[in-house]
Nanobody
Framework: QVQLAEYGGGLVQAGDSLTLSCAAS????????MAWFRQAPGEGREFVGG????????RYAYSVNGRFTISRDWAKFTLYLQMNNLQSEDTAVYYC????????????????WGQGTQVTVSS
């Protein structure tokens, strides 16, 4: 069982940066991959990027590649999403999620979810 809690959302201007955090309750995360998804109003959950907890390998959606960076802190059991050059189309509720095994790009593969944190980018 993995409990996840996101922090760090807010209102920013276009071009700004923001870092989201996701604290995990589990202490045995080596068998999991963790990912960030986002959901804009009226849309489904979109894969943003993911990381294999054990080796740190990452995968990103094309729309954020080069602007967003995912990392994790072993000691703090925390996942991060560094977002640079934010644009209005990045406005969404951002969720972290965990799945066993390798990174998956569709939400149905993920068993564990946080409650989400709102990111709003004004232009």
């Amino acid at each position: 069982q993995v409990q996840l809690a996101e922090y760090g959302g807010g209102l920013v201007q276009a071009g700004d940066s923001l870092t989201l955090s996701c604290a995990a309750s589990a202490r045995a995360l080596s068998k999991y991959s963790m990912a960030w998804f986002r959901q804009a109003p009226g849309e489904g959950r979109e894969f943003v990027g993911g990381i294999v907890w054990n080796d740190g390998s990452t995968r990103y959606a094309y729309s954020v590649n080069g602007r967003f960076t995912i990392s994790r802190d072993w000691a703090k059991f925390t996942l991060y999403l560094q977002m640079n050059n934010l644009q209005s189309e990045d406005t969404a509720v951002y969720y972290c999620a965990a799945t066993e095994g390798y990174i998956q790009t569709t939400a149905e593969w993920y068993l564990y979810w946080g409650q989400g944190t709102q990111v709003t980018v004004s232009s």
